[in-house]
């Protein structure tokens, strides 16, 4: 897995106590990620090892990511193509609601085109209690409009879509 180097510093008021840190983030990493660790999902199992010299010794402690209340959306790609699939990623630990099984959930997507309508995505959890859901939505050229809750997005240059 990844690693990242921390600077322990002397605690306050405490002799002998040494302590540091570093933030994670579940954004892939990237430009803006530096410093951090990046990637991590809620029940990812974080390991710290110091290696002390005097004595000699290995200190290891673990950790387990907590869920956040705040679930995060991601659609890709940015810009697309009639005919390209939208992927929806939905990272939201509170719609875990069975640790045991493999849940799913929904995300609306609209056009600007009003008359587009929304179509509602499925979205399916990746593994039991990871709370990172994603899913599909087909985008398609046609001469009308796609009925609304068809399970396809109809988009032509200029359209926004909003999930």
Known sequence: GDSLEVLLAPAAGTPGTFEGGFLVTDEAAGPGTAGRLAGVIPGTV????????????????????????????????????????LQVTLIDADLDVDPTAVDTATVSVSSSDAAEGVEVVAVTETAPATGLFTGRLPTRVQAGRSAAGDGGMHVREGDTLTA
């Open 46 to 85: 974080l390991l710290a090892v110091y290696n002390d010299t005097s004595p000699e010794a290995t200190v290891r402690a673990e950790a387990v990511v907590a869920p956040s209340d705040t679930g995060k959306l991601f659609v890709s790609p940015a810009s697309l193509r009639a005919g390209t699939e």
